[in-house]
C-alpha cells in the first residue's frame, strides 16, 4: 500500500544550497517523487498551509518566513511515506533532531529547519490538494 506526503524544502533549505541534498535523500530511501516545482508562496497560501499554527505566537513569524524567497514543494510516495519522510526529517527543534536525520544535520534553529513533511494521511491530503490541485 503506497501514500503520498508533501515534501517542502523551505526558504532556508534553498538559500542553503540542499535541495538536492533533501531530494537525493528521498530518492536513496527509495520514495518516488510524483511532482516537484520551485516556487515562492503566497500569502494565502501559506496561512492555509499553517492553518493548525494561526493561534500560535510565532504564526505571523512562520508565514513572513515560508513566504520570503523560493521553496521546492514535492509530492512524495511510496509504502508509509509520511512517516518514512518524518523520519528522514527528524525532530521540529533541530538540536534535538538526531544527527543523520536532515534537521540534525543542517540546522539549528527551530524557525529555520530545512524541510517540511505531512504529519498524517489527512494532512497529506490536504496539503497536496493546497500545492498541486491538478493531482487531485
Ligand atoms: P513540524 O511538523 O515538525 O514542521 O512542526 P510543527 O508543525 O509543530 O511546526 C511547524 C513549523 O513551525 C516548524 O517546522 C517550525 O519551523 C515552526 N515552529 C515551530 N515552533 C516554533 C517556534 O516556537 N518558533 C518559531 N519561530 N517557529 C516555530
Ligand atoms: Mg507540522
Known sequence: MSER??????????RRGVVGEV????????LTLVALELRTLARETA????????????????VEFITGGPLVAMVVE???????????????????????TIRGDFALEIGENIVHG???????????????????
Request: charged share 30%; aromatic share 10%.
Open 5 to 14: 506526503t508533501l515534501v517542502l524544502v523551505k526558504p532556508d533549505g534553498v
Open 47 to 62: 496561512e492555509a498551509h499553517y492553518e493548525e499554527h494561526s493561534s500560535k505566537p510565532f504564526f505571523g513569524e512562520l
Open 118 to 136: 505531512s504529519d498524517s494521511t489527512y494532512s497529506a491530503e490536504r496539503e497536496i490538494k493546497l500545492f498541486f490541485p491538478e493531482l487531485g
Open 78 to 100: 511510496g509504502p508509509r511515506a509520511i512517516e518514512a519522510f518524518r523520519a528522514l526529517a527528524g525532530a521540529t527543534d533541530p538540536v534535538s533532531a538526531t544527527p543523520g
Open 23 to 30: 531530494v537525493s535523500r528521498i530518492e536513496r530511501k527509495g
